[in-house]
């Protein structure tokens, strides 16, 4: 049975996942993507918004070099890998303050223990346990970085991926490994070596291997002949791959792997179904679908264990910029800022920030489109528009003492806004006076006096209350 086995190369597979190659493409997309993510420690003003607590230890420590010989980059990536390979990814706290120091531990020896029976310490704990070098170490809760899977059962562990889609990895590897036989048998095919009489097991071994040669194109000279005795035939196994649906099986098992890393499709070069409107629409899916829960839970475990109480009740917190990932096309991102900046969210100098420009004088100011007012104050600028403040020029104005009663007229409120359209394009120079009084005169009925009194006054309508929006 084994010697079958071995025939049809379904023997064992490499014990490393990590040589399947969507195994390991979706590894190193996540990995990178968490590892190029700047890491800021903010701090909550209240009313003064958010701002980066530069002058904090821990800032540049976290956003620089977590130890001595890791980048940020290099830190957060080895983290990451840890946690999809082996489910978890610890990493020990050394030092305080300024002198604190993240080292990556090997998650293949750490055990983690609960010490329910206060064996290790006074108070009952979760422990991490690190053997090393034949020594243990004992690390508490409040030592270790710990991250995990979403997929765990009690909240502590999590389980990885090679674990759970065991099956469908091997699977990819054989598949790969059958692929590899081919491209060494030259892509002969198996075949069936028939005769007549009885080999010795030695002189049947010496005859295989040099028909074997032969088929592999071993022989100097001679690619395409194959020789066989007399009283000997030649009976090849044609498996063609199409006729397996080789390569669709294999494509939807590279999907079901990237599935359960959160990858999508077109992340792994399959393209067939997408439907993405945009480059910026499809990293907005993948964040949002698969990064998100990873950076919330790094961001709660660094605000948790390596912040005192006390700044924590102060507002600072640890926080990934996803901004480098969802950025847009140049264009996009100028008229994206353009737009804040004019409604008063970004300061310019800000907006410059974020496409690596230099600060410029004056530039920390909030500015925006003057004819911008608060909600309390909207509908005033009718009820105190006079004509005193419009161009009168050539026109007959009556004046206030002497100017007649305006006419009690049914006005719907659809009627009275745009009547107060009207005075509005005036008041801001869109819209001639003698238009305006023209368009009154003919859509409603009053006469010109009435309408220049209205344009100059539109109190003058005795619009309700509840009718100017206040209410």
């Not at 604190?100 to 310490?121: N, S």
């Not at 996009?332 to 496409?355: C, H, K, M, W």
């Not at 006076?433 to 100059?456: E, K, M, N, R």
């Amino acid at each position: 049975m084994q010697q079958l086995v071995d025939f049809l190369n379904l023997g064992d597979v490499p014990k490393d996942k990590m040589g399947e190659a969507t195994y390991f493409a979706c590894m190193k997309i996540l990995s990178e993507s968490i590892g190029k993510l700047p890491l800021h420690l903010l701090k909550s003003n209240g009313k003064s918004g958010v701002i980066k607590a530069a002058n904090h230890p821990l800032y540049r420590i976290l956003k620089y070099r977590p130890n001595r010989y890791m980048t940020s980059t290099a830190f957060w990536t080895a983290m990451e890998n840890n946690r999809n390979h082996y489910g978890n990814a610890y990493a020990m706290i050394g030092g305080y303050d300024q002198h604190t120091e993240l080292w990556v531990l090997p998650p293949e020896e750490v055990e983690i223990w609960y010490d329910d029976q206060k064996i290790l310490a006074d108070t009952p704990d979760i422990w991490y346990l690190w053997n090393h070098g034949g020594n243990c170490f004992k690390f508490s809760s409040s030592e270790v970085i710990h991250l995990r899977t979403s997929t765990s059962f009690d909240g502590i562990t999590g389980l990885s991926v090679q674990d759970i889609l065991r099956t469908t990895l091997e699977g990819n590897q054989k598949a790969q490994q059958m692929l590899n036989r081919l491209y060494d048998n030259g892509f002969a095919g198996k075949m069936v070596f028939q005769y007549t009489g009885e080999l010795n097991t030695e002189n049947e071994k010496i005859l295989m291997r040099k028909i074997q040669a032969y088929a592999k194109g071993e022989v100097d000279g001679i690619n395409n002949l194959l020789p066989v005795p007399t009283g000997f035939s030649l009976q090849p196994l044609d498996i063609k791959l199409t006729d397996a649906q080789f390569l669709d099986v294999k494509k939807y098992s590279a999907l079901q792997i990237a599935a359960a890393f959160g990858i999508k499709p077109n992340q792994i070069n399959d393209y067939e179904k997408s439907s993405y409107a945009s480059a910026e629409a499809q990293q907005l899916a993948f964040y949002v679908d698969t990064l998100l829960y990873v950076l919330k839970q790094i961001e709660e475990e660094l605000t948790y264990k390596l912040l005192t109480p006390k700044e924590i009740w102060q507002g600072y917190h640890f926080k990934f910029n996803v901004s480098v990932i969802l950025r847009a096309d140049l264009k996009t991102q100028i008229d994206t800022l353009s737009t804040a900046v004019g409604n008063f969210i970004y300061t310019p100098n800000e907006a410059r920030a974020f496409l690596d420009l230099a600060a410029k004088e004056h530039g920390d100011q909030l500015i925006g489109n003057g004819s911008t007012i608060p909600i309390q104050d909207v509908g005033s600028q009718y009820r105190n528009t006079r004509t005193d403040d419009l161009p009168t020029d050539g026109l007959d104005v009556a004046d206030e003492t002497d100017r007649p009663q305006i006419a009690q007229v049914s006005l719907n409120g659809a009627q009275i806004s745009s009547i107060l359209e009207v005075v509005q394009s005036v008041a801001h120079h869109e819209m001639e006076l003698q238009s305006a009084i023209t368009l009154l005169t003919t859509a409603f009925p009053f006469d010109h006096d009435t309408a220049v009194q209205i344009i100059g006054n539109p109190d003058l309508l005795n619009i309700p209350e509840k009718g100017r929006g206040s209410e």
